[in-house]
């Protein structure tokens, strides 16, 4: 799947969690340009990603997440696995 | 809503649950209750989950959080914003996580003994603390089992094996719930094994996020929860409507013949259909009530419900409609002659069409998914309708109660004249201040009654215990017995003392007894409690919902004066005490 799919597709994910339409996530997004975005919330937009693209991550992949560029490379080599 | 019945897409309420919440909150008439979550690991998604589950029961949540894993600190010690929040309810969210002590190998019989008791004696008191500063319900997790076995299979019987010292606590949680109103058990090691415990203790979400199950469980967790809420005010279902064909039996009986039908042990698919009328038949002798709706000519019914092997005969039902019509017209007729609001039916056929049309066009009504017959009990089961929390007598009369009902109605066809009637039923009415042992069952009324009810005032069990133990108020209660039988507790009056003036906060009458005069008794008794009292001065207040119009004249009819109506419709009324006169004649009263 192509990093530009992957975006569509997390778009979406950010949407519904934070149920705010005006989201567009880019590969420096944080949780400091999201408002609802908090540790509380982190987890449910973990699970909802894992949901979305069928993939389960481990401990490793989530500590390492520091924007959502990463998030998506660890979802790319998930999925081109 | 559909979406939160059981079984729940996880991944679409996780991720639309914001959506849902704001679509909840637009119903009408949402019954207001705080709610404190006391945790001992993460709550947060709990406490989501929680608020839209009891939305889609009818009640908005506000609520408590103690901070992480402070909740023995929080009911010990005191929290200031706690005793300012005042909970209604208070969960615990306890998991094994928060035990204390787990045996060690060395350790003695004894020292496991007593490490039990000390654990046992810190939530005790815990609970004790709690109930002696809030006049709230307390919810309380058990212990699920721990996700490895350091003594494998010996683990369960062994002493020193964490699974039989869990299943020791549990039992000492279950010695205080058996013991204590007010205090309900959270089972969650029952839900954490129906869900899959290797699943529910996934490592990945407590070292992560300190939440001790994994976060697609929550809403299995939230919806058990909310289940026991919605039970504790009065919101449980009544009423099966069951579909006959490919429901109660396999075949169709008026193609098929009573002679080929399914049902009965001899073959797979008849054995399934047995166990299935034998889970509704345990629902009966628990008091839910069982109705027909099906499409077939009446006699084949009856003849199908008379099948040697069925478990269910005519007589277990009290309202057998199979006609022609409509499923959801015969459904509001049901309602109306059970008097019982269609809201409170479960409706089970396997015909996805009919529960489609039933779905969208009766308000309220549970339509379980009911897939294939082998799942009818589970499905059914897991959505909790009939949570058992204030369990009393009466409900396990109510079939019979109904039953009597029904052969009034057929009575009353003999009479000429309505008195006549009223009178050779021999009535007799016991009218007192509240009792200890009615307690239980007059809150479970006050939860209960939206037809016949003035105000619409909710009392929790202990809001009654305080009342009953105040001597601000007057408070009686009515049972009525007649030649069919005893229908229990079904009225309620409260009212406060103000200097020479009383104000009526409830006045309630269960609609099993309309139209056999109670309501004079009632107030014959009232006016002479207020008399005694040295009272001047009766003030009735009537506040209309969508559900009590048949109330709206009610003070007038029972003698007061209208002071004061406002453009809501809400009623203000009065009555003077002096040269009242007795209105009842048609029932014997025992004060």
Redesign the interface.
């Known amino acids: 799947m192509e990093r530009e799919e992957i975006f569509t597709r997390l778009n979406n ?1 950010f949407r ?4 705010d339409d005006s989201i567009t996530v880019n590969d420096n997004t944080t949780a400091d340009d999201i408002e609802d975005w908090d ?2 919330e982190h ?2 937009l973990i ?2 990603i894992e ?1 979305e693209f069928g993939l389960k991550f ?2 490793h992949d ?2 390492t997440f520091k924007n959502v560029g990463e998030m998506v490379n660890v979802i790319s080599n998930y999925l081109n696995k | 809503m559909k979406e939160l019945q059981y079984p729940f897409d996880v ?1 679409y309420l ?3 649950k ?2 849902i919440k704001k679509v909840l909150l637009e119903k009408e008439g949402l019954l207001e209750k705080r709610v404190a979550i006391l945790g001992g690991s ?1 709550t ?2 709990i406490k989501n989950m929680l608020e839209i589950f009891l939305l889609n029961y009818g009640i908005k949540p506000s609520f408590y959080e103690s901070e992480y894993n402070k909740y023995y600190e929080d009911a010990m010690f005191g929290n200031k914003e706690l005793d300012e929040f005042n909970p209604d309810i208070i969960y615990i969210h306890t998991t094994n996580r928060n035990i204390k002590w787990y045996p060690n190998i060395l350790d003695d019989e004894a020292t496991i003994s007593e490490m039990l008791a000390q654990e046992n004696k810190n939530m005790t008191q815990m609970w004790d603390k709690l109930f002696a500063k809030f006049n709230a319900t307390i919810i309380q997790n058990n212990f699920e089992y721990p996700y490895y076995r350091l003594l494998g299979n010996k683990d369960a019987s062994n002493v020193h094996g964490r699974i039989n010292y869990i299943n020791r606590l549990n039992n000492l949680i279950y010695d205080y719930a058996n013991t204590h109103n007010n205090f309900f058990i959270n089972d969650i090691n029952y839900i954490s094994s129906c869900y899959g415990l290797d699943r529910w203790a996934n490592q ?2 407590w ?3 300190k ?1 001790a199950l994994e ?2 469980a929550i809403p299995y967790l939230a919806f058990n929860l909310a289940n026991i809420i919605k039970s504790i005010y009065g919101k449980n279902k009544k009423a099966f409507v069951l579909d006959l064909d490919n429901t109660l039996w396999g075949g169709i009986v008026g193609d098929d013949g009573v002679e080929n039908l399914a049902i009965g042990p001899e073959v797979p698919s008849g054995q399934v259909y047995q166990e299935f009328q034998e889970y509704l038949k345990e629902h009966k002798n628990l008091g839910v009530i069982l109705n027909i709706d099906s499409k077939n000519e009446y006699e084949n019914a009856i003849a199908g419900l008379n099948h040697p092997a069925g478990v269910l005969k005519p007589d277990d039902f009290i309202i057998i409609k199979a006609n022609w019509n409509p499923k959801n017209m015969n459904i509001k007729d049901i309602a109306a002659e059970l008097n019982l609001g269609a809201d409170s039916f479960v409706f089970v056929d396997d015909n996805p069409a009919e529960r489609h049309i039933v779905e969208s066009t009766v308000e309220g009504i549970a339509v379980p998914e009911v897939d294939t017959p082998e799942n009818y009990i589970q499905i059914i089961d897991r959505n909790g309708y009939f949570e058992m929390t204030n369990f009393s007598q009466e409900d396990l009369k109510k079939n019979e109660l109904y039953k009597d009902n029904a052969k009034r109605s057929q009575m009353m066809s003999t009479f000429d004249n309505y008195d006549d009637y009223l009178k050779s039923l021999q009535m007799k009415a016991e009218i007192c201040s509240f009792k200890p042992i009615y307690l239980e069952r007059i809150s479970q009324l006050s939860n209960k009654s939206n037809q016949f009810n003035l105000t619409t005032k909710r009392y929790s069990l202990s809001d009654i215990e305080n009342v009953a133990n105040s001597e601000n108020y007057i408070k009686i209660y009515g049972k009525l017995a007649d030649i069919f039988g005893d229908n229990g507790v079904i009225s309620v009056v409260i009212g406060h003392i103000k200097g020479k003036e009383l104000h009526l906060d409830l006045w309630i009458m269960s609609c099993r007894v309309l139209k056999r005069n109670m309501e004079f008794a009632m107030m014959d008794e009232l006016v002479a409690q207020a008399q005694a009292q040295g009272l001047t001065t009766i003030y009735g207040y009537y506040y209309p919902t969508l559900k009590n119009k048949m109330v709206k004249e009610f003070y007038e009819e029972m003698g007061f004066t209208l002071i004061e109506e406002d453009e809501k419709g809400n009623k203000f009324y009065k009555m003077n005490v002096e040269g009242y006169k007795k209105q009842n004649n048609v029932i014997e009263v025992e004060r």
């Open positions: 994910v519904d969690v934070f149920d540790s509380l987890i449910n699970v909802a949901q481990n401990m989530v500590t | 991944e996780i991720k639309n914001k959506k993460t947060s998604e990945f979400y070292h992560m996020y939440y976060v697609p």
